[in-house]
């Protein structure tokens, strides 16, 4: 039996100036690509080392938001999970502004 490693860190926001807030994210399979969950929503980043916040991460980019459920929950922890199947997800749940 293999045991998987899912790597889970906490990502820091600043919404206001010295106002941290403070969120999960998990890595997506074998990408450089983190799910954060925010307010119902997970948001497909790439996150870097916060310098003002030791020991927590930031957003670099957002690439985009999806509904939070258990299906995108589901599909995001498979640690084979493929470029096809996750743009099955944007198809499906894919959040718009």
């Known amino acids: 039996m293999k045991i998987e490693f899912k790597k889970v860190v906490a990502v820091v ?20 690509f ?13 996150l870097m080392p916060s310098n003002k ?10 690439l ?6 258990a299906e995108v929950r589901e599909k995001l922890a498979r640690p084979d999970l493929t470029a096809a199947e996750l743009m099955s997800l944007l198809d499906r749940y894919q959040v718009h502004d």
Request: aromatic residues 14%; negative net charge; glycine residues 4%.
């Open 34 to 46: 983190y799910a954060v969950e925010i307010d119902g929503l997970i948001i497909v980043s790439n």
């Open 64 to 69: 985009f938001a999806l509904k939070d459920n």
């Open 53 to 62: 916040y030791r020991g927590y991460y930031q957003q670099l980019s957002e």
């Open 13 to 32: 926001l600043e919404v206001e100036v010295n106002v941290p807030e403070y969120f999960k994210a998990q890595k997506i399979a074998n990408s450089d």
